[in-house]
């Protein structure tokens, strides 16, 4: 099955590993595990892709 959340653990190149998955009643993935980021190396890719941004806007 394709797969959007590209931050989960079962996601693998926009498909998911898993084979029989559940929807909630949002239609959200029951099994999804979002991948935890340290807080210091999330502040530095925040930082670094809002610098990318800023860059290419002037």
């Known amino acids: 099955m394709k797969c ?3 931050y989960c653990v079962y996601n693998r190149d926009c498909v998911c590993l898993i084979k ?3 929807l909630n009643e949002l239609g959200m993935c029951q099994e999804c595990i979002i991948v935890s980021i340290p807080e ?5 890719l925040k930082e670094k892709q ?3 941004i ?4 002037v």
Request: charged fraction near 35%.
């Open 4 to 6: 959007g959340v590209v």
């Open 40 to 44: 210091q190396e999330l502040n530095t």
């Open 20 to 22: 029989e998955i559940e």
């Open 54 to 57: 800023l860059s290419r806007t």
């Open 50 to 52: 809002l610098e990318d």
